[in-house]
């Protein structure tokens, strides 16, 4: 089973990205998503060993998004590709069978895509507007995700979604109740003064409604 609190991560130097993860994960976050704007540069290289040690010692999952080679290379635990990113398929012949391959979708018809290459969960977005990612897809709201969720069970697609974009404290509990199995939250902990307090929060909303 996923974890249904993703972080991904923010920062433009390694120094940024390494304290902003370390938060996280010290104060109760363990799936770790590093996403850095310089990707395939040697300080790509350098963040993703600094921060598989530190997902190693909290015992947390550590995804990189979109750098299939960096993952094998580093041996993290997955990928997370975007829909203009390399393929599913092609990052499973790369990374292997045991590896978490996420996908991005922003669409039900993307979702088919996703499911019928066979990733194992799904960031579903964006919720609302975000200024973390430039390019954005159309808004999906609280009646996009019940519209896609409702489109899945009709065909009984079962594959874990995730929320993603602009997502606040105070919108889970809706978020939740139209049947995603988490959030991928990236400025809300990164800008948070008091993460213990915010991530307790946000696992108290997460899980009371498994």
Known sequence: MHNQLQYISQGNTVEEQVYNIHKALDNGCDWIQMRFKKNYSDDAFTLAEAVKMLCKEYLATFIINDNVYLAKQLEADGVHLGLSDMSVEEARLILGKTKIIGGTANTFEDVLQRTTENCDYIGLGPFQFTNTKQNLSPILGLEGYRSIIGQMQAKNIQIPIYAIGGITLENVESL???????????????????????????????????
């Open 176 to 210: 939740m109740e139209t049947g995603i199995h988490g959030i991928a939250v990236s400025g809300l902990i990164t800008q948070t003064e008091n993460a213990s307090q915010l991530i307790n929060q946000l696992n108290d909303k997460l899980y009371v409604t498994i």
